[in-house]
């Protein structure tokens, strides 16, 4: 099961949206840049928040 998918994830790092996304981090922070991914920053971690990344992919298929 892809961590995208896991039950109770609502929350990924950068190096887990750009694995399950197959693209580098960079791509990945320039996404949130575009707006096109939401995150939140959590003390000094930034996280993506999942339900983007789903509606992302689903905007491409």
Do not use: C, K, W
Not at 9 to 25: G, Q, S
Not at 34 to 40: E, I, N, P, Q, Y
Not at 43 to 55: C, E, H, Q
């Amino acid at each position: 099961m892809n961590t995208i998918e896991q039950p109770g994830t609502m929350f990924l790092t950068i190096a887990e949206t750009a694995r399950e996304l197959r693209v580098t981090p960079r791509h990945i922070y320039n996404l949130l840049e575009a707006g096109r991914l939401r995150s939140v920053t959590l003390g000094r971690s930034r996280r993506v928040v999942r339900d983007s990344v789903l509606a992302l992919v689903n905007e491409a298929a």
